[in-house]
């Protein structure tokens, strides 16, 4: 479906030079002097960035109808990860290069949405908090406070953060997916 331009707010999804955009602003400029025109913020979903765009009021765009699906995550081999949709019970097959960060937070079974256009995934979206098995960290030695307090603390699905002094190997600990950092113990 096409729209206008005086048809775009925020959060719409539109598909503009073969990409999906999300509308993250969008103002209507009227200039003292020329024609009226909008500038509008886009966010890539496929691949995150943000672009400025100015458009003129006789420009069209098409919808983009994007489905939030969960899926599941089984295992991976080499660069390969398995998913399962969990309402039809199909395997998905995604290339390490599709996931992105995610791919730091994946363990078996854990459930993730994926944004989906036209039966194709362009992203996914781990839950916000994750609890994650501390494979090796130093211990930490009381008083040093030369880091204010923390260390790097590797995770079981690979990843190095930074956790308080008394995290062990061994720990469980909760990570925020959106910031990437320690938020306490599980």
Excluded: W
Excluded at 10 to 39: C, Q, T
Excluded at 116 to 124: A, F, G, V
Excluded at 130 to 158: C, F, L, N, Q
């Amino acid at each position: 479906m096409q729209i206008s331009l005086n048809q775009i707010k925020n959060g719409l999804s539109i598909e503009l030079n073969s990409e999906i955009y999300f509308v993250v602003d969008s103002k209507h400029v009227k200039p003292g002097k020329g024609g009226a025109f909008m500038r509008v913020k886009l966010r890539n979903i496929r691949l995150g960035t943000v672009v400025d765009k100015t458009f003129r009021p006789n420009e069209k765009f098409e919808v983009a109808y994007i489905e939030k699906k969960k899926i599941q995550f089984m295992y991976h081999s080499k660069d390969i990860y398995e998913f399962m949709d969990q309402e039809t019970y199909e395997h998905v097959s995604l290339h390490k290069d599709q996931l992105g960060d995610v791919v730091n937070y994946l363990k078996e079974n854990l459930e993730v949405a994926a944004l989906t256009y036209k039966n194709k995934i362009l992203s996914l979206e781990p839950p916000i908090f994750i609890d994650m098995g501390i494979v090796s960290t130093e211990p930490g030695i009381r008083g040093d406070t030369s880091r204010a307090g923390t260390k790097p603390a590797k995770t079981e699905t690979g990843m190095t953060i930074l956790v308080p002094l008394f995290v062990n190997e061994g720990d469980v600990i909760r990570v925020d997916t959106r910031t990437k950092e320690y938020v306490s113990r599980a």
